[in-house]
């Protein structure tokens, strides 16, 4: 990302057509003018990175014209331009929110470092943007000392000191975004943006956008230009979350991606190059999605360089008690609960359970017996919704029973009507249904679809 439009806006004609052949020069889009009128009109019929602003105007004062444009969001960077005899006034701008100053006469070096400035400082306030949304504050090693888990960190050693393109595949809770982090913090971009676009919670017309940015006026309520996650993530790496959910139109726009480096905005036509790492996650089976013409074959093998395949917790022995312990140690500091433990009864229930949703459902079902929990008691079964389904509880099941030899629902059946009765009481409002569930939307959207009931 750099800086492509900018603004000059000078009285003085030879400084104002100087600045501006210069700048051309260098590429970039210019516009000028000697007032505060005609800025106001260029600013309002298209979006700029820049403004070169003098201080004294013909028909006004720049600071004015500073205060409007700081007083926006995503409004463009302001360097003020001043005489000797105004530098005070011009620091005092800063204090407004302008982000330099240059003194006249300056030469064109000052204003090409000036330019490089702006566009180093602009980058990184838009990437912390990103960082601030959607980084996860907690620690994101990976637990686990089965063979399964150890197979999983020699793999992920082995690929993270590369750049090359990795398809990290499995079930919904199981970690994937997790390795995906490990991956970008033991990588050596681990200085450069990391940026995440989760792809299953994005609608198809804004997917694109949302991937390569847009021009002003690209579309209804594109106020002002706006780069996509790719270009915020040049130099650095990207993850795209659940990569199976994008449409083949997309498709074939991300395939360009991955192969030449290069893509348009919406709505535009200048040619941008990144240079991105990309991550995909996905719990499909991507092949599957091939053979049904879901998924461009081409694309899949452009993302399949490196496959990691992320283990289900079932399938992980000794871990279950290692991450229900690790959760609980967690949770009971997060809120500020008095030092708790698990029965033997309850540690042998985590051991046999199901755990259909993975590590996610371990751990929201350990926050939630945390809350429950009385003081100076251990925590049982009951609490964090599960039994033991070892031969002692069996026989004990089976006593208390009226019937002989009865027939027991799966876990996936006594899911399933969980999940319906649940969804009834909130009238089919899946994002109240899941907060109540303990699942994010995009888990219980794809239980709908697993237990068909979308009707």
Not at 46 to 61: A, H, T, W, Y
Request: with cysteine; proline share 2%.
């Amino acid at each position: 990302m750099a800086i492509e439009k900018i603004v000059v806006v000078d009285d003085e004609m030879m400084i104002r057509k100087a600045l501006e052949t210069q700048l051309r020069n260098k590429r970039y889009s210019v516009a000028s003018t000697g007032d505060l009128k005609g800025a106001r009109k260029i600013l309002a019929r298209d979006s700029f990175d820049l403004v070169f602003l003098d201080l004294r105007l013909p028909d006004g004062d720049g600071t004015d014209l500073l205060e409007e444009i700081t007083a926006k969001t995503d409004g463009p960077m302001v360097v003020m331009m001043t005489g000797y005899g105004s530098v005070e006034s011009a620091v005092s701008c800063m204090q407004m929110g302008a982000f330099d100053y240059v003194v006249k006469p300056f030469s064109f070096d000052q204003i090409e470092v000036v330019v490089e400035k702006v566009a180093s400082f602009d980058k990184m306030r838009r990437v912390t943007k990103y960082y601030v949304e959607e980084s996860d504050t907690r620690s994101s090693d990976i637990v686990g000392e089965s063979e399964p888990i150890k197979k999983l960190k020699n793999l992920v050693d082995k690929v993270a000191k590369t750049e090359a393109t990795v398809l990290i595949t499995g079930e919904n809770g199981t970690g994937k975004e997790l390795v995906a982090r490990e991956l970008y913090r033991n990588s050596l971009l681990a200085k450069q943006p990391y940026i995440r676009v989760n792809c299953a919670a994005i609608s198809e017309t804004l997917m694109e956008s949302e991937f390569f940015g847009h021009e002003k006026g690209a579309f209804t309520g594109a106020t002002e230009r706006r780069e996509g996650r790719f270009e915020l993530a040049d130099g650095g790496t990207i993850l795209l979350d659940e990569i199976s959910e994008i449409s083949p139109a997309l498709q074939a726009k991300l395939l360009r991606v991955l192969q030449e480096k290069e893509f348009e905005r919406v709505g535009g036509n200048k040619t941008i190059e990144v240079k991105v790492r990309v991550l995909a996650t996905t719990n499909r089976n991507l092949l599957e999605e091939v053979e049904k013409g879901n998924f461009r074959e081409d694309l899949y093998y452009r993302l399949n360089v490196f496959p990691i395949a992320v283990p289900a917790l079932r399938e992980r022995g000794d871990d279950m008690l290692l991450l229900a312990n690790t959760f609980l140690h967690r949770h009971a500091k997060r809120h500020g609960t008095d030092e708790i433990s698990f029965s033997k009864r309850c540690e042998n229930a985590i051991v046999s359970h199901h755990w259909p949703g993975n590590v996610r459902e371990l751990e929201n079902a350990v926050e939630r017996a945390v809350i429950l929990a009385d003081a100076g008691k251990k925590i049982e079964a009951e609490l964090l919704g599960i039994v033991e389904v070892g031969t002692e509880s069996k026989s004990k099941l089976k006593e208390s029973t009226d019937t002989v030899g009865a027939n027991y629902e799966s876990m996936e059946d006594v899911e399933r009507k969980h999940i319906k009765k649940v969804l009834d009481s909130c009238e089919g409002n899946r994002t109240h249904a899941a907060k109540k569930l303990g699942l994010n939307v995009r888990t219980l959207r794809n239980k709908i679809k697993e237990y068909n009931l979308d009707s």
